[in-house]
Each structure stands twice: as structure tokens, then as C-alpha cells.
DNA sequence: GCCAGGATCGTCT
DNA sequence: GACGATCCTGGCG
């Protein structure tokens, strides 16, 4: 499990960190669902993009709170997509995770997201969500607590030297920020 | 395989 | 009252 102190950087830097890192969900006492982070986002108040921009709202205030607390939010009225929020108290600073390599329970993902290919299971952030049981109750949900039924997971596997590097998806503002960060394909 | 359009609702203006 | 940090489906080639 990661401490704190490791999410209180800079989010470009912990969004390239993220990746190869495990996101563990438990699935009751003896179970669990987990995946291989490999596609990121970085977002920051700075940034036109972000939903801290405008300072925080009811909805963004958990970006402005400690490191290390999933920041989970409702995409289209439809999908969740889940965030880790990083940087300092007061900073507005989170890493989307856009995509992820089952790892754990793929019977159990493979039942959430019935009905398509093994390739579609979690490539992409409402996908993540789906597969992996994170809701909006999740929001909140401090990372490096004990006991906790979410955890992000350094099982030694280091980050990728050269992410591949480019535009986020699915923005309308800071287009040109390169703040989008994938392991290279295999 | 590619593309256009719809779903659906919380959040902010 | 408009707009998404998206996903799925159906039509067409």
C-alpha cells in the first residue's frame, strides 16, 4: 500500500507513477477484484479542463483535500469515473484512471461488463468503474487508511521509462496539454 | 471497421 | 437551461 506523503506530488508526476501499479478492490472477505493501471490523465486548478478550475464547489471540494482520497463523479448522467487525488491540502490536483489490465476476478468482470470482449472490458474510465465495483459512494474513500476496501498496490513492477505521451480525451479546454500517459503497447 | 447519434442527470451559470 | 474528464448501438461499407 502506498502512504500519503507518495501521492503529494505533482500530478503529471504521480499520473506517470500510476501507471503499472495495482488498483485493488476487496469483493468480501476472501476475494478480490483488481487491474494493472495503464492509461492516465492529469488534471490540476490551473487547468481550463479540470473540476477544480474554478476553485471548489460542492462537487470538486474532495480534489482540494488530502492526497491519497478517491475523487469518484458522475460522467453524462450515466458513468462514474474514478480519480485519485494528489498534491497538496488546498492544491485541487487529481490522475483520472482512464484504463486498466484485469488482474483479479476476471470471472467477476467479465460478469459486470456481460456481453462484450475480453478487449472491452476496461478500456476506459466508466468501463474501470463498471468492472472493478466503484460507485460514487466511493467518493471519499481514503486510499491509504487501514482496512480499507480500495488501496492502490506497488507489486514491483516500475513505472514504464517512456509513457506514451498525449492530448486527453474527450475535452473541450487545454486541448494542447499533453497530460495523457499510457504504457507502451507490448 | 468507421461514424453518427442517443442515453441521462448532476452540476454549475 | 446548457453542458459534459463517456459508452453503446445501429447503419453502412
Known sequence: MLARSWFERDAPVVAVDLLNKLLVVDEGSDAQVSGRIVETEAYRSDDPAS???????PRSSVMFGPPGVLYVYLSYGIHSCVNVVVGAIGDGQAVLVRAVDPVDGLQVI?????????????????????????????????????????????????????????????ITKAVDTLWRFRTPPR
Not at 51 to 57: A, D, E, I, K
Open 51 to 57: 473540476h477544480s478550475y474554478n476553485g471548489p464547489t
Open 110 to 170: 467479465r460478469a459486470r461488463r456481460a456481453g462484450r470482449g475480453d478487449r472491452d472490458l476496461t478500456n476506459g474510465p466508466g468501463k474501470v468503474c463498471a468492472a472493478l465495483g466503484i460507485a460514487l459512494a466511493d467518493n471519499g474513500t481514503d486510499l491509504t487508511g487501514p482496512g480499507v476496501r480500495i488501496r492502490v498496490v506497488d507489486d514491483g513492477t516500475p513505472s514504464p521509462a517512456n509513457p506514451v505521451v498525449g492530448p486527453r480525451v474527450g
